[in-house]
């Protein structure tokens, strides 16, 4: 399964915020993981002229979630929506065990062609996990915004799901 996604080298360990020069790519999770361990940074979408805009996002293929202390790695990976769903997590530069914190990779079955779609896909899942770890919220919702900048993180730690399932296309329609 390839992902949709932008990749840019002058961000790297959260040191940059480039808005010009993405390059939009469709690479493999693994290729994606591999991007994320070296540090750089990439974004959920591709970009019309290579700028990182809200109104340049073109179409997703994939929902991030950004779990900023509010459960833990081994609480995420119980729910049945990470088990089924999650290809992967992968931890911040500021994660410790006192706050986890970290982002959940969700491949989707099918290609979003417009931001409000990707908004949609978003909260199905948060939705899902909410009910799941019983919280009433997540302290960030930046994923919801398919053009959010994630950064890389050279001393992450990865989990990955080789069972995933993509998010269902008929939950997206």
């Known amino acids: 399964m390839k992902l949709k996604i932008a990749v840019h080298k ?8 480039p808005a010009r020069n993405w390059q939009n790519i469709e690479e493999s999770l693994d290729w994606l993981l591999g991007w994320v361990e070296h540090g750089y940074g990439w974004c959920s979408t591709h970009f019309h ?7 340049n996002a073109a179409g997703s ?3 991030v979630i950004d779990i900023d202390g509010d459960t833990t790695l081994a609480r995420f990976w119980a729910t049945d929506t990470a088990r089924i769903w999650c290809a992967a997590t992968y931890t911040s530069s500021s994660h410790s065990e006192q706050e986890h914190r970290f982002r959940a990779l969700f491949p989707l079955g099918k290609e979003l062609t417009h931001p409000m779609e ?3 896909a978003y909260w199905l899942i948060v939705n899902r996990l909410l009910a799941e770890l019983e919280l009433e919220k997540l302290a960030d919702n930046c994923g919801q915004k398919c053009e959010r900048l994630w950064y ?6 990865i989990q990955r799901n080789p069972e995933f399932e993509p998010v269902p296309a008929f939950l997206l329609d």
Not at 10 to 17: D, F, T, V, Y
Not at 49 to 55: E, K, M
Not at 152 to 157: D, F, L, P, R, V
């Open 61 to 63: 293929s994939m929902v």
């Open 10 to 17: 002058s961000c790297k360990n959260k040191e940059n915020q």
């Open 152 to 157: 890389g993180n050279t001393n992450t730690i």
């Open 49 to 55: 002229d290579r700028h990182r805009r809200a109104d």
């Open 118 to 120: 990707h908004k949609g």
